[in-house]
């Protein structure tokens, strides 16, 4: 199962025989005949409390997940998208009107995969659809949790890469460009100084920096361009920023006039502080759209704070 799912290190690591981490003799029976017992716990039968369409086990996967990234405030935090922000990410896409299962979702920060299982079930709900999954995620221990997630939520078919995005994204067309999605969904790591590591972005391969080139220390506009560089013509998204991409200047200010007057941008929906693991500043969430860009003449904004 390891090998077969990309998972051999991570899954497959555990040894029950280690003496320095279970004890000796009968130290370590006692350990594990206890850690047996607890399984064997009564009050852990679920069998007589499974409804139709239940999700026991991917469901307490994502209980665990996100009591860690509470517990762990900021440095385990970005792995995690709350629940309710990412079925109203889901819901604003469209995703729930997808018309085939040839349709595919992609998250180019995808953390836990929790975003990105989100709007597959929202589709799946709504269509009965199984739609194709994408995520790439640059942690390793991340990445690892993205699998594990798809897997326990079977959506065994689910493609999770580890790697940069932004200097190495990993999927491609057979003529070397970028992959486009029907609908791409992204929680990325806020103001990140270190965006443009290991590329240069004024050559860059994939052309996404034509509007302009972010600042050097703030990231925010290049994984939103890296994001509708994803987008097919017709493709929908919607990214989660920091307040500040509205109103900054400078080059975020060219990048964002650009996207503005293009018609890109389909609404924009405000969302309160302290919403996130790991920051308290607040954030919007910018609903994005291709199609009929040209002609949309205005930006409808929701005020949720």
């Known amino acids: 199962m390891a090998e077969v799912n990309g998972l051999r290190g991570i899954i497959d690591v555990a040894d029950f025989n280690d003496e320095g981490k279970l004890g000796r003799g009968k130290e370590m029976v006692d350990r594990l005949s206890n850690l047996v017992a607890i399984f064997s716990t009564p009050a852990l039968d679920f069998r007589n409390n499974r409804a139709e369409g239940d999700d026991l086990l991917g469901d307490a996967y994502e209980y665990l997940m996100r009591h860690f990234a509470t517990e762990s405030g900021k440095s385990k935090g970005q792995f995690y998208t709350p629940a309710e922000v990412s079925r109203i990410m889901a819901k604003v896409i469209g995703i729930g009107n997808a018309r085939s299962a040839s349709q595919s979702a992609h998250d180019p920060t995808c953390g836990s995969a929790s975003l990105l299982l989100k709007a597959h079930d929202e589709a799946k709900s709504q269509t009965g659809l199984d739609l194709a999954l994408y995520g790439q995620e640059m942690d390793n221990a991340t990445a690892a949790l993205a699998r594990m997630n798809t897997i326990l939520h079977d959506c065994t078919t689910a493609e999770i890469w580890k790697d940069n995005t932004l200097s190495s994204p990993h999927f491609k067309g057979s003529d070397g460009r970028l992959k486009t999605f029907d609908f791409v969904v992204a929680n990325f790591p806020f103001s990140s100084k270190a965006w443009s590591n290991g590329f240069d972005p004024a050559n860059d391969l994939y052309g996404r920096f034509a509007y302009g080139i972010p600042p050097q220390k703030n990231g925010d506009f290049a994984f939103l361009l890296h994001i509708l560089a ?76």
């Open 230 to 305: 994803c987008l097919k013509s017709t493709g929908k998204g919607a990214v989660i920023h920091p307040h500040g991409v509205l109103f900054r200047g400078g080059a975020d200010a060219a990048i964002r006039r650009e996207i503005v007057k293009r018609g890109f941008i389909k609404g924009i929906i405000g969302l309160p502080a302290n919403l996130f693991y790991g920051t308290g500043i607040p954030a919007c969430i910018l609903v994005l759209d291709k199609e009929n860009a040209h002609a949309r003449k205005g930006i409808f904004m929701i005020d949720a704070s």
